[in-house]
C-alpha cells in the first residue's frame, strides 16, 4: 500500500454555528476540560469525577435513582441500554411511534425478540393517548416506550397521561429524553419515569460520545430478577453500575476525558441554573419562530407542541433544499440539518440546542436565511424577520 | 435535593506517568487535537476525517479490509461488536482462554446463545495449539478466538499455528488485539485474521473511547448471511459500515471530537513509522526487565513468550501490593497496575505502551520502585537496576 503521511494534514476542523438537530455548539470551558490530561480508570481522582458526575447528573435529571451515570457510547448506546436490560424475549412492549427514534424503538425490540405493540401518530403530531390506551387493553406490557423529543419532527410530546396509562398496565415507563435533556424541565422523579436515555451533544452541549441514562428503583428490580442474562456484556447495568457504585468492581476502561468533559458541560449548567437555562431555551425558539413567520413560512409543528430546541420549518416551494443548507455551510459557517424520512426535502430541522442557543444564532440564521431565499427567488417577505424576533426579546 | 455547584471544582486530573495495564500517557498533539472545535457527523470535513482515520487504521493493521473503523465505544465495545456481528445462537465458537479477557469472551459468546468450545491455558502461559487441535476436533466451529496480547497476564500469544487450525476448520479467526496494535507487528490479512479489534487507550495513546476493528472478506459474507439480525442494533456493523463507507447513511451520531484525537495518534504513529515504534517498544520492554531482574525480581511470563508493552513483575515476598501502589501514586504521579484475578496481590503490571514506552519512563520507574521496597525492607538486590537497564541501551 502506497501510503504518504504528509497527505495527513493538521486537524483543522474550522469554527461551525451548530444549529443542526445535535451536535450543538461546545463551550470553550468544555473543550478545555476534555483536553485535561488522561489518568487511570480506577485512579481516586477519576472515583471522584464520577462520583460528582452522577451528582451533576442527578441534578439535571431531578431524581434521585441511583443509577444515574453516563454510558460509554453515544444516545443510540443509551437507547439500547435501556432496552437490553429491560426487555427479555417474549415480553411485550409498547412503542409509540411518531419519528424516527421511535422508529429506531421497535427496530431494537424487534432484535431482543420482544413482542412489539406499536402505537402510531403522523410525523409531527404528538402521540395521542386514546389511542396507547386502546392498545394496552387486554395486553401486558412489559415496558411502554415513547419519545419526549422527536428529533426527526420538532414534536414535544405530553407525558402526564400516558405516564398513568403505562402504570395502570403495570408497565416500566421507558423515555427518551436525548434533546429534551439539558434545554426544557425533565424532573423524571415527579414525571413517574422509570428508564431514561438521553445524549451529551444536545441540550447539554457537550461532544458526542456518552449517554446520560438513569433507572428507577422499580426498573433495577426488573433488572435484577431476569430470568436470561443481559444480551449485551458492554451495556449490562447489572456489571456497570457495579464500576460507578461504590465497589468500583473493574468492568470496562470508561472514556476518561469524555466524563471530564461532560462533568464540566453539567457543571455549567447548575451554574447557569436549571430555570434561566430552560427559559432561555424557549425565548430564543420563540424569537426564532416569530422572525420565520414574520418570512412568511410556516413551522411543521403546530403552536404548544413544538419543541424549544429543534425548530422544523417548512421548505418553501420551488427552494432547493440542499443548496440553501450549502450556502449556510460555505458562506456563514452554520449548520442545519435536512428532513429524514417521509420529511426529506419538506423542512429544515433548526437546532438551538444548549450553548446554541443564543440571540446571536437566532439573528443570524434569520439573516443568512432571509438573504439566501432571496437570492434564490423564493417567495417570501422581506424586511420583517428581525424585528418580529426582536419583539420577542423585550 | 441539598445542591451546591461552588462544591465542583475545575477539572484538574494532574499529570500521571501512566504506566499501568492503560490508559497509557497521551501525547499533547493528541490532547490538541481532541479539543478542537467539535462539527457535525454529517459535515463534509469531518467526512473527510472519517475517510484518512480508516486510512490510518488500515496503514496500522497492515490490511486492506474495507471495513476498518473505529467503533464508538471502548475496546470491550469492540469485542462485543466481533462476537455479536458474527456469532448466532447454536454456532460453535472456539474460545482460548489464559486471562480476562478470554473469559470474557466466553462470557459474550453465552449471551449470543453460541455453543462455546473453550481451551484453557493456565494464566501466565500461552495456549497450547495442540490443546485447540484437539478441542475443534470432530466440531464444526464457526469462529476461533483468542487473545493476541493478554493484559491481564502479559502474554503474547503466537498466533500462526492457531490461524492454520482455524482455517482447516473453516472456522473465521478473531483475535483481540486491544493491547498489542500499535506496539508490536499487526499485520492482520498476512497473519489471516478475519476480525480484529482493539482499543485506542493501549499503544495509540489516545484517551479511551473508541475501539479499532476490522473485518475480512469473509466475516463481511458471514455477516451478509446471517439468517437472523444482529441483536445490537448499536454494533450492527451492516448498518455501521454504511455510515462509514460511501452512502454516508446516518446510523448513529458519532464521537467526533474523539476520532479527531484517534486520527491525530495514528497520524503520530505513521509519522514515527511502524518498524520504528515497535523496535521502541521492545528495547523499552529489555531495559525494564533486565532493570527488575537485576534487582532480584523476577517476571511471570516466560522469556520469549512476554509482551513487550505489559510487563508482569511477581511482587516479592513480604511486600505490601496496595502500599507501593499507592505511595508510587502519591510520591512520584506514576499508575501501575495490579493483578487480576488469581494473580490479585502476586504481580505488577507495568505498562509501557505508546508514549509511556520511553526510556525516562523505564529509569523512573526502576528508581522509584527500588527506593520503595528498600523502605519497605524488601529482600532486593540494590544498585543493580539502572546500570542493567543502561546497557540494554547500548
Same mark, same amino acid.
Given at each position: 500500500m502506497s501510503f504518504d503521511i504528509k497527505q495527513f494534514r493538521d486537524i483543522d476542523p474550522g469554527q461551525r454555528v451548530l444549529m443542526g438537530p445535535g451536535p450543538s455548539d461546545v463551550p470553550p470551558r468544555v473543550l478545555q476540560a476534555l483536553s485535561a490530561p488522561c489518568i487511570g480508570?480506577? *485512579?481516586?481522582?477519576?472515583?471522584?469525577?464520577? +462520583?460528582e458526575t452522577q451528582d451533576l447528573l442527578r441534578h439535571l435529571f431531578q431524581t434521585e435513582n441511583e443509577l444515574t451515570i453516563a454510558v460509554s457510547g453515544t444516545g443510540s448506546a443509551g437507547m439500547e441500554a435501556c432496552f437490553v436490560n429491560?426487555?427479555?424475549?417474549? *415480553?411485550?412492549?409498547?412503542?409509540?411511534?411518531n419519528g424516527v427514534f421511535g422508529t429506531r424503538m421497535c427496530d431494537i425490540v424487534g432484535r431482543l425478540g420482544g413482542k412489539l405493540i406499536r402505537v402510531d401518530a403522523p410525523w409531527g403530531k404528538t402521540i395521542d393517548p386514546n389511542a396507547v390506551r386502546e392498545a394496552v387493553k387486554?395486553? *401486558?406490557?412489559?415496558? #411502554?416506550?415513547?419519545?419526549?423529543?422527536?428529533?426527526?419532527?420538532?414534536?414535544?410530546?405530553?407525558?402526564?397521561?400516558?405516564?398513568?396509562?403505562?402504570? *395502570?398496565?403495570?408497565?416500566?415507563?421507558?423515555?427518551?429524553?436525548?434533546?429534551? #435533556?439539558g434545554g426544557m424541565e425533565v424532573a423524571i422523579d415527579k414525571m413517574g419515569i422509570d428508564a431514561v436515555y438521553s445524549g451529551t451533544q444536545k441540550c447539554i452541549s457537550c461532544p458526542p460520545g456518552l449517554s446520560p441514562i438513569s433507572f428507577s428503583p422499580a426498573a433495577m428490580d426488573v433488572l435484577r430478577n431476569r430470568k436470561a442474562p443481559v444480551v449485551s456484556w458492554y451495556l449490562d447495568m447489572s456489571m456497570v453500575s457495579s464500576y460507578w457504585g461504590n465497589e468500583r468492581k473493574y468492568h470496562h476502561t470508561a472514556p476518561i476525558n469524555m466524563n471530564y468533559a461532560l462533568r464540566e458541560a453539567l457543571r455549567l449548567i447548575a451554574e447557569e441554573g436549571l430555570e434561566a437555562r430552560f427559559a432561555r431555551h424557549l425565548v430564543n425558539h420563540k424569537a426564532l419562530v416569530a422572525g420565520v413567520?414574520?418570512?412568511?413560512?410556516?413551522?411543521?409543528?403546530?403552536?404548544?407542541?413544538?419543541?424549544?430546541?429543534? +425548530?422544523?420549518?417548512?421548505i418553501p416551494e420551488g427552494t432547493d433544499d440542499l443548496k440553501?443548507?450549502?450556502?449556510?455551510?460555505?458562506?456563514?459557517?452554520?449548520?442545519?440539518?435536512?428532513g429524514l424520512g417521509d420529511l426529506a426535502g419538506k423542512v429544515w430541522r433548526v437546532g438551538l440546542m444548549g450553548h446554541t442557543s443564543r440571540r446571536r444564532n437566532v439573528v443570524l440564521f434569520l439573516s443568512a436565511l432571509e438573504t439566501i431565499l432571496k437570492a434564490q427567488g423564493a417567495k417570501i417577505i422581506p424586511g420583517k424577520a428581525l424585528d418580529a424576533a426582536a419583539a420577542v426579546y423585550t
Open positions: 480508570h480506577l *485512579d481516586p481522582t477519576f472515583l471522584t469525577i464520577m +462520583n429491560l426487555v427479555e424475549p417474549g *415480553d411485550e412492549v409498547v412503542v409509540c411511534v387486554g395486553k *401486558d406490557p412489559k415496558v #411502554l416506550a415513547i419519545v419526549h423529543a422527536e428529533t426527526s419532527t420538532g414534536v414535544c410530546q405530553p407525558l402526564d397521561e400516558i405516564k398513568t396509562i403505562a402504570g *395502570d398496565a403495570g408497565a416500566l415507563f421507558l423515555v427518551d429524553m436525548v434533546t429534551s #435533556l413567520e414574520a418570512m412568511g413560512l410556516s413551522m411543521l409543528v403546530a403552536e404548544g407542541e413544538r419543541l424549544p430546541m429543534l +425548530n422544523t420549518v417548512r440553501v443548507r450549502k450556502v449556510l455551510l460555505s458562506d456563514y459557517g452554520m449548520e442545519i440539518g435536512g
